[in-house]
């Protein structure tokens, strides 16, 4: 049985914002607290979202951040993105918000997931051949991934169910203006072919792309 009871969970915030980045890292602390792990055993987990809304960031949050950390024996994590996380292999990454922020509200399991990679990867194609330059999100070229089982397997339980780390995310997350108006697939991944040449400009904007 999943130690999270999703249902249970209110939204608390944007994605990417102070209040979502704690509940995520709270939950997911959690979970792994429960999962009898080794003493001696090291993992660390971040994601940096980069140019996010203004609104999101302040003298004392220079980034859009969250952290988890097994260390010596312990589970912390929160919000940021501290350098003795950065440190230990894990799961790290730095991605653009806006190209990811929609499609993190959505609900799935392991098809929904291969369904929004397909639907991003249509949208990555389509602002390449807009712009007229390979890889302008410039995606990739972080720390190789370490997701072992023995931290997959509680922070992904119930996924098909509704549970799991990207679903309770999910559930906290509450929507962001910027998308409201926008064209989006069922994965909530943004149709940037089906856009406005205005809708396109902006979404080009939030994205910190130079057109």
Request: glycine share 10%.
């Amino acid at each position: 049985m999943p130690i999270i009871d999703v249902s249970r969970l209110e939204k608390v915030g944007e994605f990417g914002s102070k209040a979502w980045c704690e509940a995520c890292a709270e939950n997911a602390v959690k979970i792994l607290q429960a999962a009898d792990l080794p003493s001696n055993y090291e993992w660390a987990f971040s994601e940096h979202y980069t140019h996010p809304p203004a609104r999101m960031l302040s003298t004392d949050r220079p980034k859009a951040a969250y952290y988890i950390l097994v260390k010596n024996g312990q589970i912390t994590g929160g919000d940021g993105e501290p350098e003795e996380c950065l440190a230990i292999r894990g799961f790290h990454i730095t991605a653009r918000w806006a190209a990811i922020c929609n499609q993190s509200g959505a609900f799935y399991g392991k098809e929904g997931g291969r369904q929004r990679s397909m639907d991003e990867r249509v949208m990555y194609d389509a602002i390449e051949k807009h712009v007229g330059r390979p890889n302008p999100l410039r995606r990739g070229g972080g720390p190789e991934i370490f997701w072992p089982d023995e931290i997959s397997g509680p922070l992904m339980e119930g996924s098909e169910e509704g549970n799991g780390l990207h679903n309770i995310a999910a559930t906290l997350q509450t929507d962001s203006p910027e998308f409201a108006d926008l064209p989006v697939t069922s994965m909530r991944v943004p149709i940037f072919d089906d856009m406005t040449n205005e809708q396109k400009k902006i979404f080009l904007e939030l994205c910190a792309i130079d057109a």
